[in-house]
């Protein structure tokens, strides 16, 4: 997946309604002032040769029933910058 100039892949294989993602910290703070809700995860849960570099946070984005194609869409425009 990309976002403008920034790769954000999920770190595991998605098969649900999680998503485990590197977030760089610039976009950690814009979703957050937007209001956007997740969860920071612990980098120890890591496969072995991954980590997060200091200026980025591991994120588990969930979604539910109640989450729209457009609450997904204003996220993606939130991490884009738009």
């Known amino acids: 997946m990309k976002f403008g100039d920034q790769p954000l892949d999920p770190v595991w294989p998605v098969d649900?309604?999680?998503?485990?993602v590197v977030l760089p910290r610039k976009i950690?703070?814009?979703?957050k002032t937007a209001g956007a809700t997740y969860y920071?995860?612990?980098s120890r849960a890591l496969p072995k040769g991954l980590s997060v570099?200091?200026?980025a946070v591991l994120a588990r984005l969930v979604?539910?029933?109640a989450t729209t194609g457009a609450d997904v869409d204003q996220f993606a425009d939130i991490v884009r910058g738009r």
């Open 63 to 65: 979604t539910g029933f």
């Open 16 to 20: 649900a309604n999680e998503v485990f």
């Open 28 to 31: 950690d703070e814009r979703l």
């Open 40 to 42: 920071p995860w612990d």
């Open 53 to 55: 570099a200091g200026d």
